[in-house]
């Protein structure tokens, strides 16, 4: 079945670092590449996301990468802030969303 | 616009006791519906997920059951819980037919004490 891998499982970085979190996938016919944001004690949010048909998107600080043909797809965080702190998960959807495990990123001042 | 709604936030409950926790959205039609746990500083395990009133698929055999009596209403139930059933419970929906972008709930903290 699906899997996704993401890695690191922890990041630390400082604040007005860049941080990229890295996810590989398993089955080739997924075509839609989620991110989501959870903050402590509360819900994932859904930051941003990608679909097949394109190789980049970018919403301000924030940006995704797929590369199809290696199967594995980035967030990128740039000048990242104290409020960036947060478990982040990437997820592969082919008939339903398969997260990865998750990666808790710190920002230290 | 849509909301998803769960309740309750927070449960304490003893071992062997029964458990039903909802989860309702508003502002759409025939949504699909997730549940899914969340142990304590891991990732997000599903649960159970429907696409129509009284269609459940279920993921991971358990003790945990979830029916949909309504189309906008998704229920997780157990009759009797475990120590193991600790969890943050999150219900989430998708569109059925615009997208895969899924939304979360505020979900339910449950504690089996």
């Known amino acids: 079945g699906e899997n996704v891998e993401q890695h690191p499982s922890t990041l630390s970085v400082q604040e007005g670092d860049s941080a990229v979190i890295k996810c590989t996938y398993s089955?080739?016919?997924?075509?839609?590449f989620p991110w989501y944001k959870q903050e402590l004690g509360k819900r994932p949010q859904l930051i941003i996301d990608?679909?097949?048909?394109?190789g980049e998107k970018k919403d301000q600080r924030i940006a995704v990468t797929l590369n199809k043909t290696a199967k594995h797809f980035s967030l990128h965080i740039t000048e990242t802030q104290p409020e960036d702190s947060a478990v982040y998960f990437c997820?592969?959807?082919?008939?339903?969303?398969?997260f990865g495990a998750g990666t808790r990123l710190a920002v230290h001042p | 616009s849509q909301t998803i709604h769960q309740w309750p936030a927070t449960l304490v409950q003893p071992v062997g006791s029964p458990l039903s926790l909802e989860c309702t959205v508003e502002?759409?039609?025939?949504?699909?519906l997730y549940w899914y746990r969340q142990a304590a500083g891991r990732g997000l395990q599903l649960l159970f997920y429907?696409?129509?009133?009284?269609?459940i698929s279920s993921e991971v055999p358990q003790n945990l059951s979830a029916s949909r009596p309504q189309d906008r209403q998704f229920i997780l139930s157990s009759k009797k819980l475990l120590l193991s059933d600790s969890g943050f419970y999150l219900c989430?929906?998708?569109?059925?037919?615009?997208?895969?972008?899924?939304?979360f709930g505020p979900g339910t903290r449950l504690t089996v004490t």
């Open positions: 997820a592969a959807v082919y008939d339903k969303l398969i």
């Open positions: 990608i679909r097949s048909n394109v």
């Open positions: 089955d080739s016919a997924s075509n839609y």
């Open positions: 989430a929906w998708s569109p059925a037919l615009a997208g895969d972008e899924q939304y």
């Open positions: 502002g759409t039609s025939n949504p699909n």
């Open positions: 429907s696409v129509g009133i009284g269609q």
